[in-house]
């Protein structure tokens, strides 16, 4: 994957974008800077203000835990992998075990869509 900007990411609660903290600018230094303009106002008028606002909040909301839930289903993903490779459920009945490889399974179509592999 493509470095991105790591996290924490936020919203800037004034509808506009989403903002992190990362080098760059004239004299590349640390600073917080603008990831991303939260947009669509138009397709959302018809639901008026109150509604349309209310999702362009969550989308927002959303956007801004990208790199921590990206960074927690590597983890979730990685502590399976580890149980399953060294044998940890070993015990466990078939059943479970193909659960866990299914989870892997959605987390690896995930992270593959966040990855830009998908």
């Not at 921590?68 to 459920?89: C, T």
Request: hydrophobic share 35%; glycine share 12%; charged share 30%.
């Amino acid at each position: 994957m493509s470095e991105y900007t790591k996290g924490p990411w936020k919203y800037d609660n004034y509808g506009s974008g989403i903002t992190g903290v990362g080098f760059g600018g004239s004299e590349n230094r640390k600073e917080e800077f603008k990831i991303a303009d939260i947009r669509g106002w138009g397709h959302l008028q018809y639901l008026g203000n109150d509604k349309a606002i209310a999702i362009q909040e969550a989308n927002a909301h959303l956007i801004s835990a990208a790199p921590e839930m990206y960074e927690a289903l590597k983890n979730v993903q990685d502590e399976i992998k580890g149980q399953l490779e060294v044998g940890l459920l070993e015990n466990e009945s078939f059943k479970t075990k193909v659960y866990w490889r299914q989870i892997c399974q959605f987390i690896d179509k995930a992270l593959a869509k966040a990855e830009g592999r998908e």
